[in-house]
């Protein structure tokens, strides 16, 4: 076992999902559980997301969804991927499991499987390309799609339309109302079900409408914007990554730290040596600067990053080896962290070490 250790509030989980219902009105929610449940358990995340009554879960992959449904969920589950291989469109057909459509090759592949599916056993959505331009049938190529979809016979019911947008989590919101404005511009005939928004649109695009949303980072505490803070949604942490000092040192001034003598202490001064790095999932690339707490007082990361140590400035801090060192969580946001260390929330979420994750405290 190591030292660092993670806890995942499944509480704090429940709670973000109420805050995306109170956003969404009558729209349903289809809660992403992707990625492993964002690095919070593919299975903690959804049992906590069915118990607080989700409408529905979100996937990658129809493998996820079939370890969804073998742990009981019986929620809908939609996978964003859609299928690939005439082997998850089997997966697909027997559990239940929604499935996108986003190239033509997809449906290519369905029309020369459907005869040995069960007629009707296929939900199937389509995604539209309104202008992110990473997945999804172009305008043009919806209505055949529609048509195509609508006479298999192992498509059942009415066909979905779907978007996703490139630029929600922006200050500029010109660039998400012309995709609303395109999408608008296919559905408006359409009678099947429809959905728009992820986190970002959710809480900042409240005309975008559709049946459903697809809420994700919120969901986990993370702030779906590239501005503000997550506090501001009334979002809560769910992971927390925790560890302690392993020791305490004076470091003389001119004095070089770490690998590659990246800080020079400019004055002699303390340091502490925190049992975390890279190989929990404690992003190498964090400059110094980087904030930490040690003790619930914020300090920062000084020198590189190593596989399983990390420096910390202890100057105006009082600690001692086996002292409490909070790397994000409750404490100090994850986006913070993140950007400091130039990436984002979903990132340090996703890379958080599998010895961890199997190891973490859960809190409900």
Partial sequence: MRRARLLIDTRA????LGVARQASGTRSIFAAVKADGYGHGLLTAARAFSKAQTDGLAVATPGEGVAL???GLAERVLVLQGALTAEELDLAAHRSLELIFHDPAQLDMLERQAASLPAGCIRAWIKVD?????AGLMPEDVQSARERLTHCPAVGGTVGLMTHFARADEP???PTEQQIET??????DWTGETSLCNS???LGASAAGGDWVRPGIMLYGGNPFIFGE??????QAAMTLKTVLVAVRTVTSGASVGYGGRFVAPETMP???ASVGYGDGYPRHAPDGTPILVNGQRSQVIGRVSMDLVTVDLRGIKAQVGDEVECWGNGLPIDQVAQAAGTISYELMCQVSGQLRAEATILS
């Fill in 69 to 71: 449904r073998e742990a």
């Fill in 230 to 235: 997550a506090a501001q949604h009334r979002l």
């Fill in 271 to 273: 340091v502490g040596l």
């Fill in 172 to 174: 500029d919101s010109a």
């Fill in 200 to 202: 970002a649109a959710l």
């Fill in 183 to 188: 999408f608008r511009s296919i559905a408006s």
């Fill in 130 to 134: 309104t202008g992110m331009h990473r």
């Fill in 13 to 16: 989980m429940r709670h973000n």
